[in-house]
């Protein structure tokens, strides 16, 4: 502060570049999106149309939704693993429940066991201060395991797909994916939640500096249990609208989803060590990341060569973009 | 109070005051450091420190809060570099780079915490710093600790103990110099007479102790001079003999004694009207083995000042009273009820913030000054719902109007200037409107400008008919902020001073458990010899 005050020459320009980028850390992340849809579109002349803008928009959903969980529990210095089982949990039991029952007891039965893992997640870091990463891998496997369990029960019986589960997660309406009518209220309110709310204000506060916030009377382990119970909620919610896009329930149906979910997080901005960030950035992380994939998908590279250059990318990203994004 | 070793004692001190004076004049000093000087950036920690201590002398090195002693002990050590001076060893200029250089050239320290690796056990501890086993367990036992399993792990073995091991482990090596920091400090008495006796006998054998402690009780009964910092310049060494603790006092104030009369006259005249009923009332209380017995009251609109060496249970009385943990034993009354604090928020609720010393504590330093200054509105579950932002927005902006912060930076408190940052740390207790504020040396190392509005500040805050507990280790602050000082030593208050008579030296005196008006009186003197440490 006191050497802007006593140094009258002018700041160079990339120091200023660098300092607009620091103050509106969006603009670097919608660039390279614009950038890999261009790229994708050299590549493959025609094949960025409002078919694939609607597909992609789809598809990144799920993954966004997702995030959204990670974007929450990362602020707190935290992560959350189960997603993935709590998203193919509550798809699944929905899919074989919904053959007894009606789809809204059936979708209310799924979600039983995600705010059950949400709970013991909340409780085991909030109050036994296990390691986020351990506890939620524990309770994902813990999950996977009861799942399979529970298949054995429903084998007979088969499973189906509520039609507008379907609708909501394949369908189009002039163009624009219903899909938006789940997520846009589900964004918005964790965009307000983080910006405008009493507990986003914790989330924040605890992920930077528990002590403090512990200090200013915050009682920890009411937040942290919080977090995870909402997080488990989202996920659940994301593998009943997931089931409706892939339409095969299966054990490992939302698994696949859970380190980009990290990854768009990350790439969006949030510490992983707490603190800062925010969903709008990861909106677009997760965007990146699935316009990313078809890229990689249409360069016809063998798997293996492929998640390679999928690693590298998502690695060579973040490191550029934390230095583009803080000022120091 | 018993009278059967007083004559033991000051025999004793003679004859080792005629020892050593043979000693000036036929030996040179074992170690002799002069015009040592390091600065940090701006700060200067030390000025121009030298120490000169002779073969089997026990040699206490003193002053106040912040006139440079870790410094010098560090560079002693070689922990950290000097900037300018010499260090001779044995007469030789020796560069001591390394704690390890420290140790081959014969200087080995003893630091208050524990130096032990808490997962390994004893003897890999040992094996670590290449100490003989053999005379380590002599030491052991000889410190009284007769049954010291050296397999047992680190952090299982009591505080105390651990001490006594690193000052065995020290002593296993025979080191020519031996370095003890507040080496009593949380030792029970009879572990501490040991350490004591064991300490006295390494001088008569030839070896040299450097001895920091805060109780003159112990440094009448145990060293032969002591070497006084003050600002980080030595001030003087003097003999030690009775008698010599106010000449010791008066160097460690030094200049300042003037001063401080001054201000105490203009402070009298603005002290504030009282209520009748205690705001804050705590009665005998206890926090594990630091604080022992504190009772006092803080009424409406007072502010009470805590002045406390370093580490006499002064942070423990604030945690407590913050609810950041659980006392003992005792009580703590707030407008005469009783209350118990197990979170912060409990304390909150009744309406006590703490502002801890250090920043970094009470802030979130990637958020902004706004957020900051709000977060205890957003704390109770009730108010995780949607926030009211004009209304947050005008409670904050007063808040930063009221304390003049500088909000250039205000998008992330790391950004701000320590001041700044220590204002914002006020200032939200000011948005919340805490009736009872605890200040933990609220002007550490921040500017003098800033001082001064935070002086004023609390000024303010009483007369509006707060509360405000003020502990501050620059005792020149008592005058400008008290109307009232509470003195603590050894984890109970030793004094209370009205303002109008906690000048500097009075502080000085009562902060290191001396009694009121000693200059006169021998009550020093019984008080040493009553004392178990002088026990032979």
Same mark, same amino acid.
Not at chain 1, 75 to 92: E, N, P, Q, R
Not at chain 1, 116 to 141: A, E, K, W, Y
Not at chain 1, 286 to 313: D, K, N, S, Y
Not at chain 2, 260 to 265: H, L, N, P
């Given at each position: 502060?006191?050497?802007?005050?006593?140094?009258?020459?002018?700041?160079?320009?990339?120091?200023?570049?660098?300092?607009?980028?620091?103050?509106?850390?969006?603009?670097?992340?919608?660039?390279?999106?614009?950038?890999?849809?261009?790229?994708?579109?050299?590549?493959?002349?025609?094949?960025?149309?409002?078919?694939?803008?609607?597909?992609?928009?789809?598809?990144?959903?799920?993954?966004?939704?997702?995030?959204?969980?990670?974007?929450?529990?990362?602020?707190?210095?935290?992560?959350?693993?189960?997603?993935?089982?709590?998203?193919?949990?509550?798809?699944?039991?929905?899919?074989?429940?919904?053959?007894?029952?009606?789809?809204?007891?059936?979708?209310?039965?799924?979600?039983?066991?995600?705010?059950?893992?949400?709970?013991?997640?909340?409780?085991?870091?909030?109050?036994?201060?296990?390691?986020?990463?351990?506890?939620?891998?524990?309770? /994902?496997?813990?999950?996977?395991?009861?799942?399979?369990?529970?298949?054995?029960? %429903?084998?007979? /019986?088969?499973?189906?797909?509520?039609?507008?589960?379907?609708?909501?997660?394949?369908?189009?309406?002039?163009?624009?994916?219903?899909?938006?009518?789940?997520?846009?209220?589900?964004?918005?309110?964790?965009?307000?939640?983080?910006?405008?709310?009493?507990?986003?204000?914790?989330?924040?506060?605890?992920?930077?500096?528990?002590?403090?916030?512990?200090?200013?009377?915050?009682?920890?382990?009411?937040?942290?249990?919080?977090?995870?119970?909402?997080?488990?909620?989202?996920?659940?919610?994301?593998?009943?609208?997931?089931?409706?896009?892939?339409?095969?329930?299966?054990? /490992?149906?939302?698994?696949?989803?859970?380190?980009?979910? %990290?990854?768009?997080?990350?790439?969006?901005?949030?510490?992983?060590?707490?603190?800062?960030?925010?969903?709008?950035?990861?909106?677009?992380?997760?965007?990146?990341?699935?316009?990313?994939?078809?890229?990689?998908?249409?360069?016809?590279?063998?798997?293996?060569?492929?998640?390679?250059?999928?690693?590298?990318?998502?690695?060579?990203?973040?490191?550029?973009?934390?230095?583009?994004?803080?000022?120091? | 109070?018993?009278?059967?070793?007083?004559?033991?004692?000051?025999? #004793?001190?003679?004859?080792?005051?005629?020892?050593?004076?043979?000693?000036?004049?036929?030996?040179?000093?074992?170690?002799?450091?002069?015009?040592?000087?390091?600065?940090?950036?701006?700060?200067?920690?030390?000025?121009?420190?030298?120490?000169?201590?002779?073969?089997?002398?026990?040699?206490?090195?003193?002053?106040?809060?912040?006139?440079?002693?870790?410094?010098?002990?560090?560079?002693?050590?070689?922990?950290?570099?000097?900037?300018?001076?010499?260090?001779?060893?044995?007469?030789?200029?020796?560069?001591?780079?390394?704690?390890?250089?420290?140790?081959?050239?014969?200087?080995?320290?003893?630091?208050?915490?524990?130096?032990?690796?808490?997962?390994?056990?004893?003897?890999?501890?040992?094996?670590?710093?290449?100490?003989?086993?053999?005379?380590?367990?002599?030491?052991?036992?000889?410190?009284?600790?007769?049954?010291?399993?050296?397999?047992?792990?680190?952090?299982?073995?009591?505080?105390?103990?651990?001490?006594?091991?690193?000052?065995?482990?020290?002593?296993?090596?025979?080191?020519?110099?031996?370095?003890?920091?507040?080496?009593?400090?949380?030792?029970?008495?009879?572990?501490?007479?040991?350490?004591?006796?064991?300490?006295?006998?390494?001088?008569?054998?030839?070896?040299?102790?450097?001895?920091?402690?805060?109780?003159?009780?112990?440094?009448?009964?145990?060293?032969?001079?002591?070497?006084?910092?003050?600002?980080?310049?030595?001030?003087?060494?003097?003999?030690?003999?009775?008698?010599?603790?106010?000449?010791?006092?008066?160097?460690?104030?030094?200049?300042?004694?003037?001063?401080?009369?001054?201000?105490?006259?203009?402070?009298?005249?603005?002290?504030?009207?009282?209520?009748?009923?205690?705001?804050?009332?705590?009665?005998?209380?206890?926090?594990?083995?630091?604080?022992?017995?504190?009772?006092?009251?803080?009424?409406?609109?007072?502010?009470?000042?805590?002045?406390? &060496?370093?580490?006499?249970?002064?942070?423990?009385?604030?945690?407590?009273?913050?609810?950041?943990?659980?006392?003992?034993?005792?009580?703590?009354?707030?407008?005469?009820?009783?209350?118990?604090?197990?979170?912060?928020?409990?304390?909150?609720?009744?309406?006590?913030?703490?502002?801890?010393?250090?920043?970094?504590?009470?802030?979130?330093?990637?958020?902004?000054?706004?957020?900051?200054?709000? &977060?205890?509105?957003?704390?109770?579950?009730?108010?995780?719902?949607?926030?009211?932002?004009?209304?947050?927005?005008?409670?904050?902006?007063?808040?930063?109007?009221?304390?003049?912060?500088?909000?250039?930076?205000?998008?992330?408190?790391?950004?701000?200037?320590?001041?700044?940052?220590?204002?914002?740390?006020?200032? #939200?207790?000011?948005?919340?409107?805490?009736?009872?504020?605890?200040?933990?040396?609220?002007?550490?190392?921040?500017?003098?400008?800033?001082?001064?509005?935070?002086?004023?500040?609390? #000024?303010?805050?009483?007369?509006?008919?707060?509360?405000?507990?003020?502990?501050?280790?620059?005792?020149?602050?008592?005058?400008?902020?008290?109307?009232?000082?509470?003195?603590?030593?050894?984890?109970?208050?030793?004094?209370?001073?009205?303002?109008? &008579?906690?000048?500097?030296?009075? &502080?000085?005196?009562?902060?290191?458990?001396?009694?009121?008006?000693?200059?006169?009186?021998?009550?020093?003197?019984?008080?040493?010899?009553?004392?178990?440490?002088?026990?032979?």
């Amino acid at each position: 502060m006191s050497t802007t005050a006593i140094t009258p020459q002018p700041t160079p320009f990339g120091r200023r570049l660098k300092r607009f980028m620091a103050d509106r850390p969006l603009i670097p992340l919608i660039i390279l999106l614009v950038m890999l849809v261009v790229v994708l579109q050299i590549l493959r002349p025609g094949i960025v149309n409002e078919r694939w803008l609607a597909n992609t928009v789809k598809f990144a959903i799920p993954l966004a939704i997702l995030a959204g969980c990670q974007t929450m529990t990362m602020l707190t210095g935290g992560i959350d693993l189960s997603v993935g089982t709590v998203a193919t949990m509550s798809a699944f039991i929905m899919a074989t429940q919904v053959v007894h029952h009606d789809p809204a007891v059936a979708i209310l039965i799924a979600l039983v066991p995600a705010v059950l893992i949400g709970l013991v997640n909340g409780i085991g870091v909030g109050v036994f201060r296990v390691h986020p990463l351990i506890m939620t891998l524990g309770t /994902s496997l813990i999950g996977t395991g009861c799942l399979q369990v529970y298949q054995r029960t %429903v084998i007979a /019986s088969g499973a189906k797909i509520p039609p507008f589960l379907a609708w909501l997660g394949t369908g189009l309406t002039y163009g624009v994916p219903n899909a938006l009518l789940l997520f846009v209220p589900i964004a918005v309110l964790i965009v307000f939640t983080l910006r405008r709310t009493g507990f986003g204000r914790l989330l924040y506060a605890v992920g930077d500096n528990e002590g403090a916030a512990r200090l200013s009377g915050v009682r920890y382990w009411q937040v942290i249990t919080a977090l995870y119970v909402i997080s488990s909620v989202l996920a659940g919610i994301t593998g009943l609208l997931y089931i409706g896009l892939i339409k095969a329930p299966s054990l /490992s149906l939302a698994e696949p989803l859970v380190l980009p979910s %990290v990854a768009a997080a990350v790439i969006g901005g949030t510490s992983i060590f707490g603190g800062r960030g925010g969903y709008t950035g990861t909106i677009i992380g997760a965007l990146i990341l699935t316009v990313l994939t078809t890229l990689l998908t249409i360069l016809q590279m063998p798997e293996g060569a492929r998640r390679i250059l999928f690693g590298l990318i998502v690695l060579f990203v973040t490191a550029a973009y934390l230095r583009i994004i803080e000022d120091r | 109070m018993s009278g059967r070793t007083e004559g033991g004692a000051v025999e #004793r001190q003679q004859e080792r005051f005629w020892n050593e004076s043979n000693a000036i004049l036929t030996t040179n000093p074992l170690l002799d450091a002069t015009g040592v000087v390091k600065t940090y950036g701006a700060v200067v920690a030390l000025r121009n420190a030298s120490l000169s201590v002779l073969p089997g002398e026990v040699h206490a090195l003193m002053g106040a809060n912040g006139a440079g002693k870790s410094t010098l002990v560090k560079i002693l050590t070689g922990a950290i570099h000097a900037d300018a001076g010499h260090i001779l060893i044995r007469g030789e200029a020796r560069d001591v780079r390394s704690p390890a250089d420290a140790r081959r050239a014969g200087l080995l320290p003893v630091y208050q915490e524990p130096s032990l690796i808490p997962d390994l056990d004893v003897a890999s501890n040992l094996r670590l710093t290449d100490t003989p086993v053999e005379p380590f367990c002599a030491w052991v036992r000889e410190l009284g600790i007769p049954d010291l399993d050296i397999r047992d792990t680190a952090r299982d073995i009591p505080l105390a103990v651990l001490r006594v091991l690193d000052l065995a482990r020290a002593l296993a090596v025979e080191p020519d110099v031996l370095l003890l920091d507040e080496m009593t400090a949380a030792l029970p008495a009879n572990l501490a007479e040991k350490v004591l006796e064991v300490v006295r006998r390494q001088g008569d054998s030839g070896r040299s102790v450097i001895f920091i402690s805060h109780r003159f009780v112990e440094i009448s009964a145990l060293c032969d001079r002591a070497t006084v910092l003050r600002d980080g310049e030595t001030v003087g060494v003097v003999d030690i003999e009775p008698g010599v603790e106010e000449r010791i006092v008066e160097m460690m104030l030094g200049a300042r004694i003037e001063k401080t009369r001054v201000a105490a006259r203009q402070a009298s005249q603005v002290a504030s009207p009282r209520d009748s009923r205690p705001r804050l009332g705590v009665a005998n209380l206890r926090v594990g083995t630091k604080l022992n017995d504190v009772s006092f009251d803080l009424a409406n609109g007072e502010v009470a000042g805590v002045v406390a &060496l370093e580490g006499q249970g002064q942070d423990e009385l604030f945690a407590a009273l913050a609810g950041s943990i659980r006392p003992s034993g005792g009580t703590i009354e707030v407008d005469g009820k009783p209350v118990k604090f197990a979170h912060p928020a409990d304390a909150i609720r009744a309406g006590i913030a703490y502002v801890p010393g250090d920043r970094t504590e009470a802030l979130t330093m990637q958020r902004s000054v706004r957020e900051n200054i709000a &977060l205890p509105f957003s704390a109770a579950l009730r108010n995780w719902g949607p926030i009211n932002m004009a209304q947050e927005r005008s409670s904050v902006v007063s808040a930063i109007e009221r304390l003049q912060i500088d909000t250039r930076a205000q998008r992330e408190v790391q950004r701000l200037s320590g001041g700044n940052q220590q204002k914002v740390t006020i200032a #939200r207790w000011i948005a919340a409107e805490a009736q009872t504020i605890l200040c933990f040396d609220p002007t550490r190392g921040i500017d003098v400008g800033t001082k001064q509005e935070i002086y004023k500040l609390l #000024r303010e805050l009483a007369d509006q008919g707060k509360s405000v507990l003020f502990y501050t280790s620059e005792l020149e602050e008592v005058q400008r902020v008290c109307d009232r000082v509470i003195v603590i030593f050894g984890g109970r208050v030793v004094d209370v001073f009205p303002v109008e &008579l906690a000048d500097e030296p009075a &502080l000085m005196r009562a902060a290191y458990g001396l009694p009121r008006g000693a200059k006169e009186d021998v009550g020093i003197l019984a008080d040493i010899h009553s004392s178990p440490v002088a026990k032979p």
